[in-house]
């Protein structure tokens, strides 16, 4: 049972004021990200595996077509299938070429989505609104994150945040 300090609408906040509240949490957690892992958008690649999977790759180079993503689906990359990974980043090649920031500033994305989906689960399972807000702040900005969130090629893990927090 939720404590009465918080939220008692449980599951379905429904006053204004919560709402704006639930909307003003959002806002800070992309904030926070963004002060937080912004900064990769003058990183370069990892010379590690980012030219097998990015750079160096000439499917994903070439951005998004029918072919490319049949390709994406029918082909591994360095041992792994990762369809829609693959997928994400020819469509940042479509719009924005091999540009290293542009790739990164993907995962600074798509890691808030994640932290916001987060809270708003954890808000919906709950009701306690503090508290979710607090765990999805302290997810969003954790030490662990920062290779998935800086490391082009850790794509797959931010999606995995967003993917494993829709319903």
């Known amino acids: 049972m939720p404590n009465n300090s918080e939220s008692t609408d449980h599951p379905a906040t429904s006053s204004i004021g919560a709402k704006w509240t639930t909307g003003g949490i959002c806002v800070l957690l992309v904030t926070i990200i963004w002060l937080v892992f912004g900064q990769t958008r003058s990183f370069d690649f990892v010379n590690y595996d980012d030219n097998t999977n990015v750079y160096d790759n000439k499917v ?29 980043h020819m469509i940042v090649s479509e719009f924005s070429g091999l540009d290293a920031g542009a790739h990164h500033l993907g995962n600074v ?4 989505v994640g932290a916001c989906l987060l809270f708003l689960v954890l808000r919906q399972m709950t009701g306690a609104m503090w508290r979710c807000a607090f765990v999805a702040a302290v997810f969003a ?6 290779e998935s969130v800086a490391w082009v090629t850790e794509r797959k893990d931010v999606l995995s945040g967003v993917f494993s927090c829709s319903r």
Request: aromatic residues 16%; hydrophobic residues 50%.
């Open 141 to 146: 900005i954790h030490p662990l994150r920062v």
């Open 60 to 88: 994903v180079a070439r951005g998004v077509s029918f072919s490319n993503v049949v390709w994406a689906f029918t082909h591994t990359q360095v041992g792994h299938w990762a369809p829609l990974t693959t997928i994400s």
């Open 109 to 112: 994305f798509f890691h808030a």
